[in-house]
Structure formats: C-alpha cells, structure tokens
C-alpha cells in the first residue's frame, strides 16, 4: 500500500476534484467543483479561442497585448476558486487572481469555462492561453506544460459521512465507492488506495452523492472542505484523514510562450509584495494560502 505522502505527488487539485462547493453549494448548485450550478452553460466565452494560439516562442505575451486580452480556462462550478455568485457573475480565488494577472500585463481577463476533465485539452486545442483552476503542479505535466510560479500550497482530504465509523483512513478505501473526477491527482489517491470510482463532475456533486448514501467517500481538497464547512456548517460530512504532503498550484501555460509565464509570475510577484494577493486571499479563506 502506497503511503499518503507518496500518494499525493502534490495533489490539490490538479482540479482539484475538484470541485466544489461552499459558496456555489449555498448557490443551489447541486454539483460541485463541479458544482452544476452555473455551469458551463453559463460560460463566458466558451467560442474564444487563445490568443496566442498560434504564437511561436517568444511571442506569447505580445500576441496577448496585441489582442488586448488573455482567454483564461477555468470551471466556473469550484468554489471557491471559480464559481457563480447569486446574481450570476463568475467569481472565485482563481478568477480575482487571473482578473489581477492580466491587469498587471495590461490586457483584460476572458473567461472560457470549460469541466476539469476537458481543460488540459482545451488548452492543447488552444481554446485560451492560460489555466487558473487550482492545477496541482506535477512532474508529469510540467513535461508537456509550463507552470506559473506557485500561488496555492493545499492538502487532500478523504471525506466521510458524518455517521462513517468504518472509513478512518486511506487504506479503509479499499473495495468502497469514492467519488472522483477520472483525471483529477485526487482521483489517482483513490484509486491507488483500493477505491471502486464513482465518476463526479466535482466537488459539490461528490458531496450530494454522499450526503444521500450513492457513495461511500470522496478525497478532495482541503480548502474546498473548509470552505464548504463555512458556507453550510450542517451538512452532515467530516474528514477522517488527511494527506502528509503539501501540493502546490499555479497557473498552467502552453509550451513556448516563456515571456508570457515570465509576465504572469512578475504580476503574482508584485501582488504579494505590494499586499493584493493577501487581501484576495482572506477574502476568500481567511488567511494566505500561498504559505
């Protein structure tokens, strides 16, 4: 049996299982980080593809300044990090961060909502330019991918009804129902763990499946826990387990735009020197999740 450490090769999301939760789960979106509520359906700009689709190197960020804005993918349904608030608008962690980021190129943000489970390939098709979504860095990806510098440290979490006395860790797994996104680190923690894998579009619908006894457990990200927590203290779900290792999020590039990587980790930079980042950050969570 895998240890949680190795098991965890920097999970929080890479989606997260993303998904989530809290503040679009009070939305009435049943769903989850992959919340359905909101949606793709609601998506702001699903037709727009990346401006620097077919930039070569070097000249990512000038196709971006010349388009005046960076196509960005995002779910739009895991909140905390990228939900729709009551009246609509998309909001979240990642959306305030990629709103900032692009500000601070000089371009505006556009954002293509798009699952977790299709993001990587939308980005491969050149649907947008950049990712934010909690992706978990990975050796894996980074392979294929260029990161961000990191912007969100995170742990996964293995959740549990409330009345559960017979899943107290990862390795209790075995043979029972969890509920994962397929591409998700998260996903990967489960199934290495014994897990029969109940395919969910996110966090929310995780939590719905089992509140409601479809499923037996989910691993999931601990700030999407918290936060659910926060915005729905009743719901009737706990952790029993946590992992040991702390993951680390940026945001995702294709290859061959460094200058535009380059652009995005000056403007993360300066936000935490100049106090923008922590402020987003206790907006959201209480305190900086980048430590």
Not at 199 to 220: C, E, H, P
Not at 227 to 245: C, G, H, M
Request: glycine share 12%.
């Amino acid at each position: 049996m895998l240890s949680a450490a190795l098991l965890l090769s920097g999970t929080a999301c890479g989606s997260k299982d993303g998904n989530n939760s809290g503040n679009n789960a009070g939305n009435g979106a049943a769903n989850g980080g992959n919340n359905a509520a909101g949606g793709a359906g609601t998506n702001t700009g699903e037709a727009a593809g990346g401006n620097n689709a077919g930039a070569g190197a070097g000249t990512a960020l000038a196709a971006v300044k010349s388009a005046g804005e960076i196509t960005v993918g995002t779910e739009g349904t895991y909140a905390p990090f990228t939900f729709h608030d009551k009246s609509g608008k998309l909001t979240g962690f990642d959306v305030d961060i990629a709103q900032e980021v692009a500000k601070r190129i000089g371009v505006k943000a556009k954002f293509v909502e798009t699952k977790w489970d299709g993001m990587l390939a939308g980005l491969d098709a050149k649907r947008f330019d950049m990712v934010a979504n909690e992706v978990t860095i990975r050796d894996d990806r980074k392979q294929k991918y260029d990161f961000s510098d990191p912007y969100i440290l995170s742990k996964a979490v293995l959740i549990v009804k409330d009345n559960n006395t017979s899943i107290k860790s990862l390795a209790d797994l075995k043979g029972k129902k969890s509920g994962q996104s397929l591409t998700s680190d998260l996903g990967d923690i489960a199934k290495a763990n014994g897990a029969k894998i109940v395919q969910i579009d996110g966090f929310n619908q995780a939590i719905d499946l089992l509140t409601s006894g479809r499923i037996d457990a989910t691993v999931n990200d601990k700030l999407s826990f918290l936060d659910l927590k926060k915005q729905r203290p009743d719901v009737p779900i706990k952790v029993v387990a946590e992992t040991d290792n702390v993951s680390q999020s940026g945001l995702l590039f294709r290859k061959g735009g460094a200058d535009l990587v380059d652009a995005a980790n000056k403007a993360l930079a300066d936000m935490k020197a100049d106090g923008t980042y922590l402020k987003i950050s206790q907006t959201y969570f209480g305190e900086d999740v980048s430590k």
